[in-house]
């Protein structure tokens, strides 16, 4: 989806001290309300990436996440249209402790690590236990691959191999390279994640319909 598809009917803002539940699942509002987090070491990315992704800024004097942070967002997509809640969850060991929690009831998770520095990936396994312990075992996990602007075109192939490796080691759902500074992959890494939560939604309501569980 291209960002003038996004124009009007795009809303974009911060919490204004309202819980992100009482803005996002608003009933009837929206077709579907997708909860996505965002986790991964300090300074690998993830403030800069949503920030492309909801405003198309890059900024390269993002100030540290402290704690969490939130965005929410309405967009239309595949006809519906669709709330969405982007939990930034920072990075530093130092606010761990309080994450948990808002990780709760989410649909998807990003694990984020920096492509020019792969000691970032150290971080990687953490942070799928801590999503998939405060939510479905087979939530699906898209590892992001970040700054990949840094790296030199001929390291490319062996970080895709090591990431890659990783989707299959820790059952996540794909690796996707991205670069917010040139503006690669942002928006195709989290629309296909939405695309998918999309296309689950309309299997389980045929499943229902077929078995006439009225679900939830
Ligand atoms: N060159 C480059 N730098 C980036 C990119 N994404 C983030 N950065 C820089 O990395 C630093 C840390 O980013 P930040 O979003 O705060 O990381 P976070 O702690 O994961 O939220 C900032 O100085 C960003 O400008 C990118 O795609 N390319
Ligand atoms: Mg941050």
Known sequence: ???????????AREGNGKK????????????????????GAGGVGKTTLLNRFMYNEFNPATP???????????IERQGRNIGLALWDLGGQDRFR?????YCEKSQAAFVFFDMSNLGTLGQVPD????????NDQSIPIVLVGTKMDLVPETELENIHAIANQYVVDYGMYCYGPTSAMLKIN?????YYMIDLLIYNDYCTRAQQAQTGDPGT
């Open 127 to 134: 942070w799928i236990s801590m999503f998939r312990q405060y």
């Open 20 to 39: 992100p539940e009482e803005i996002v699942t608003t009933a009837s509002l929206y077709d579907n309300s997708f909860k996505l987090i965002f986790g």
């Open 64 to 74: 540290l996440t402290v704690g969490v942070a939130f965005n929410t967002l309405a």
């Open 1 to 11: 989806m291209k960002h003038h598809e996004r124009g009007k009917g795009l809303r």
């Open 97 to 101: 402790f309080i994450q948990g929690i």
């Open 186 to 190: 942002v928006e195709e890494i989290i």
